[in-house]
C-alpha cells in the first residue's frame, strides 16, 4: 500500500466518529483541490470543474452538517493525502486514484478510509454531476437539469428519419 | 386496556399511501370541516431532505429502505418463491415512496376475466364505469403519455405529452415491428417540479409524483384543520358495534406503547394488500367470527402479483456508447396485453429500465484509466426485454397472519403460492415471443427467465364482488354485509390485468370519495360532534 505513518495508521473500519465538528475553511480548500485532481486525471470536466463547485461544497455542508457528520473522515482526507503530496510531489494523486494498492475488504488504515469516504464519493459526485458527458449521453442517473420542457432534449433521442438507431449526440 | 380517545370523527383512514390521500383530499376539497384521522403504521420520512439527496447519489441508499420487509416478517410458504425484500414501503406515503410512476389504464377485459376465461375474477363494475375517473387520476398525478395511442379507450387524451423514446430504445424498437409488435411510450407520472428528496429511487429528472407532497398541503392547508395524521400508529383492531356497524379503530401508539380506541362515523382501510386483509382478520368478535368480512373465508385468498419475464441480449460494440439516460423504461408494447391472450396469460412488454448501462464512476474508482474506461464504455454492451405476465387468482394461493410481529408493531405475514403446469408452460411460450426480438436486434441471447412474483404488484387478497359469497367488498368498496366500512388498496382487485395497478387504485380513490361525498350530504357530518 502506498503512503507513510499517517496512510499506513490503523483506524477502526466504522466511519470516523465527528459528529459536532466544523470543517475549517483551510480543510475545504484543500479538499477543493483534491476534487479538481479528479477531473484532471481522467479529462471528463471543463472549466477545472470551477461550474461544479457550488454542488460540492452543497454536498460537503451536507455531509459534514448532519449526523452521521462525515467532518472526521473529511480531516482524515486532508492528513492522507498531505502525507501523500510530502512523499510523491506531482505523482501524489495518480498513485492516490489509479495505483494505490488498498487491498479489499473494510477500510482499516487512514488511506484506506480516505478513499471509501471521500475520494470515492468524490467520484460518484463529480461524474453524476456532469462528467458522464465526457464519456458520452446527455444524463445521468442523479443528473438534475430542470424541467424536461427544454428546447433541447435532455437525453439522446430516437430518431427513426435518420435510421436505425441513430441518436443525436 | 385501551384508552379512548376524545372524540368521534367523520372519518378514520387506516394508511397514507397513494388511496388513503387521495381520499382525505377529496373529502377535504368538498368540505373543509370534514374531520378525518389518518393512522400510518409506518414513520414519517423527511423529504426535500439534502443530506437524504447527497446519501443517495453517493451511496446509493434511500431514506426508506428500512421499512422494506424482511424475509421472516413476510415468509414465502409455496413452491413458488414471493418475493419481500424491497417490495413494500411502509411509511407516509405508502409505495408511492419509491414507485417507478408508471401510469397506465387496465383493459376492457381485464374487468371480466372469469367470464372470458372461467379463472380468476369478475369486477362488479366495468372499465366504461371507471373511465372518467382513470382520467380524474391522470390529471391528478400528472400523468405524460402519448395522446395517439389507443392501447385502452379513453374519451381525453393524455394531460401531459409523453417522453420520448430514447437514442437506446431504437434498435428494440425496430426489432418490435419486425415480429408484429406495436412500440409504444410508457405513460408516466412524472411531470412534478423535482424536489431532489433523496426518495426518488428511479428519478434523474421529470420528477414522479409522490402522496407524501399531497399530503404536506394537505397538513398545512390552514382550513383543513380537522385533518389529522398520525404515524407510528399501527391500526390492529377494528371494533364493531353489531354485524353491520363499526364504531372504532383499535391502534398502537408507538411512540408511547399505548394501545388507543378512536371512533368515527365511516372508516376506510387504505393499507394496501397485505395489511388491510389481516387487519380484517384480526377483528373477530361476536358477529365475525372469523374476523370482519371474512364469513366466507375469503380474506387473503386469491393472491397475484406479476411475475416478471426478462431476455437478455449482447452484442459485442457500443460504437455509439449508448446508456439508458432516463432512470425508467420510454419504451413499451402492450400488443400482447389483448383480449386474445386473456386466457393463456397476457403479457406487458417494456425495455429494462436500467439497461444499456456502464456505471462510469465505479470504473473510475476501481483505478481504471481514462483509455481503459473509454474502451469499456464503447465494448460489450447488453439490452434486455421484460414483461410482467398476468396470474390468475386461486383459491388455494393466499397470505395468512404468521405468529409475531414485526418492527412497526404489525403481524408477521406467510404468503403461500403456487403456478400450474399450464401456468409454467404459458411463461415459456412468451418467453420464446420475447428471445424474437433479440434475435431480430441481431444480439447474442444470454438467457431467457422467469422471476419470481413478489409484494410489488399485490391484487386480489380482499376482493370486490356483486355478492358476499364472491367478494370481501362490494361495488362501492364497502364490506358486505356493513354499513360504514370501506376498503380501498389493491387487494380489492379481483384481477391484476398485466400493467401497474397504481394508476387503477387512484382512480378506484376518487370513486370511492365521491361516493362517500354523495353519502355526505344524506348524512350529519360535520357537526363536531363531541364523543360521549
Redesign the interface.
Known amino acids: 500500500m502506498i503512503g507513510g505513518i499517517v496512510c499506513n495508521e490503523t483506524v477502526d473500519s466504522g466511519m470516523l466518529v465527528g459528529d459536532g465538528q466544523l470543517l475549517s475553511h483551510a480543510d475545504r480548500e484543500f479538499l477543493w483541490r483534491v476534487f479538481v485532481k479528479?477531473g484532471e486525471?481522467?479529462?471528463?470536466v471543463r472549466y477545472e470543474s470551477s461550474n461544479l463547485k457550488s454542488s460540492w461544497l452543497?454536498?460537503l455542508?451536507?455531509?459534514s452538517?448532519?449526523a452521521p457528520s462525515y467532518t472526521a473522515e473529511y480531516v482524515n482526507a486532508v492528513r492522507v493525502v498531505q502525507e501523500l503530496i510530502d512523499m510523491y510531489g506531482d505523482d501524489a494523486f495518480r498513485k492516490l486514484?489509479?495505483?494505490?494498492h488498498i487491498p479489499p475488504g473494510p477500510p482499516v488504515t487512514r488511506l484506506a478510509h480516505a478513499k471509501k469516504y471521500v475520494?470515492?464519493?468524490f467520484?460518484?459526485?463529480?461524474?453524476?454531476a456532469s462528467?458522464?458527458k465526457h464519456?458520452?449521453?446527455?444524463?445521468?442517473?442523479?443528473?438534475?437539469?430542470?424541467s424536461?420542457y427544454n428546447e433541447v432534449?435532455?437525453?439522446?433521442?430516437?430518431?427513426?428519419i435518420t435510421g436505425?438507431?441513430?441518436?443525436?449526440? | 386496556m385501551a384508552s379512548r380517545g376524545k372524540k368521534k370523527y367523520d372519518y378514520i383512514i387506516v394508511g397514507s399511501g397513494v388511496a388513503g390521500i387521495t381520499i382525505a383530499k377529496k373529502l377535504l376539497e368538498n368540505e373543509a370541516k370534514t374531520t378525518i384521522l389518518m393512522l400510518e403504521a409506518g414513520p414519517f420520512i423527511p423529504a426535500k431532505d439534502r443530506r437524504s439527496w447527497w446519501d443517495y447519489v453517493t451511496l446509493d441508499r434511500t431514506p426508506y429502505d428500512f421499512t422494506y420487509d424482511s424475509g421472516d416478517e413476510a415468509k414465502s410458504i409455496g413452491k413458488v418463491n414471493w418475493l419481500t425484500n424491497g417490495a413494500r414501503v411502509k411509511a407516509v406515503g405508502g409505495s408511492t415512496m419509491h414507485w417507478g410512476a408508471w401510469a397506465l389504464r387496465f383493459k376492457p377485459e381485464d374487468f371480466q376475466l372469469y367470464t372470458n376465461t372461467g379463472e380468476g375474477g369478475d369486477w362488479p363494475i366495468t372499465y366504461d364505469d371507471l373511465e372518467d375517473y382513470y382520467y380524474q387520476a391522470e390529471e391528478y398525478l400528472s400523468v405524460c403519455g402519448d395522446e395517439t395511442e389507443n392501447w385502452s379507450p379513453r374519451k381525453k387524451p393524455y394531460p401531459v405529452p409523453p417522453f420520448q423514446w430514447t437514442a437506446a430504445d431504437g434498435v428494440m424498437i425496430e426489432a418490435f415491428q419486425k415480429v408484429g409488435i406495436k412500440p409504444g411510450k410508457m405513460p408516466l407520472a412524472r411531470y412534478r417540479k423535482c424536489f431532489t428528496t433523496g426518495t426518488c429511487k428511479y428519478c434523474p429528472f421529470g420528477s414522479r409524483f409522490s402522496a407524501v407532497n399531497v399530503l404536506t398541503d394537505l397538513l398545512e392547508e390552514p382550513r383543513y384543520s380537522g385533518f389529522e395524521l398520525r404515524s407510528n400508529a399501527p391500526a390492529v383492531r377494528i371494533i364493531a358495534q353489531s354485524k353491520a356497524n363499526i364504531e372504532a379503530v383499535e391502534y398502537i401508539d408507538n411512540k408511547s406503547g399505548r394501545t388507543i380506541q378512536e371512533h368515527a362515523h365511516n372508516f376506510i382501510i387504505c393499507s394496501g394488500a397485505y395489511e388491510t386483509p389481516k387487519l380484517l382478520m384480526n377483528s373477530k368478535n361476536q358477529f365475525w367470527s372469523r374476523g370482519i368480512g371474512n364469513d366466507a373465508d375469503l380474506l387473503g385468498r386469491f393472491i397475484i402479483s406479476h411475475s416478471m419475464l426478462k431476455v437478455r441480449g449482447s452484442t459485442p460494440e457500443n460504437k455509439e456508447r449508448w446508456f439508458q439516460e432516463y432512470d425508467f423504461p420510454t419504451l413499451m408494447s402492450r400488443t400482447h396485453d389483448s383480449p386474445e391472450r386473456q386466457k393463456m396469460g397476457k403479457i406487458f412488454l417494456f425495455k429494462n429500465r436500467v439497461l444499456p448501462n456502464i456505471n462510469i464512476a465505479k470504473l473510475m474508482i476501481d483505478g481504471k484509466t481514462p483509455e481503459e474506461v473509454d474502451k469499456i464504455v464503447g465494448g460489450p454492451m447488453q439490452l434486455e426485454v421484460q414483461a410482467f405476465m398476468e396470474e390468475k387468482g386461486k383459491f388455494d394461493n393466499r397470505l395468512q397472519i404468521a405468529a409475531g410481529f414485526d418492527r412497526f408493531g404489525l403481524p408477521l405475514t406467510t404468503i403461500n403460492f403456487n403456478r400450474t403446469d399450464a401456468e409454467e408452460a404459458n411463461a415459456r411460450e412468451n418467453l420464446n415471443l420475447m428471445t424474437e426480438v433479440i434475435v431480430q436486434m441481431g444480439y447474442k441471447v444470454e438467457y431467457a427467465r422467469t422471476e419470481d412474483p413478489g409484494a410489488h404488484h399485490t391484487t386480489g387478497t380482499c376482493r370486490m364482488a356483486k355478492t358476499a359469497q364472491d367478494g370481501v367488498a362490494d361495488a362501492d368498496l364497502k364490506v358486505h354485509e356493513t354499513n360504514n366500512l370501506y376498503l380501498c388498496s389493491t387487494g380489492v382487485f379481483p384481477s391484476g390485468s398485466a400493467v401497474n395497478p397504481t394508476l387503477t387504485l387512484a382512480a378506484l380513490s376518487i370513486r370511492l370519495a365521491d361516493h362517500l361525498i354523495g353519502n355526505t350530504a344524506k348524512s350529519s357530518l360535520h357537526k363536531e360532534e363531541a364523543f360521549a
Open positions: 479528479i486525471t481522467w479529462r471528463n452543497e454536498m455542508a451536507a455531509k452538517g448532519v486514484f489509479l495505483d494505490n475520494i470515492n464519493e467520484i460518484i459526485m463529480q461524474v453524476m462528467g458522464f464519456f458520452g449521453g446527455k444524463n445521468y442517473a442523479g443528473y438534475v437539469k430542470g424536461r432534449p435532455l437525453v439522446r433521442e430516437y430518431r427513426p436505425m438507431g441513430a441518436g443525436e449526440k
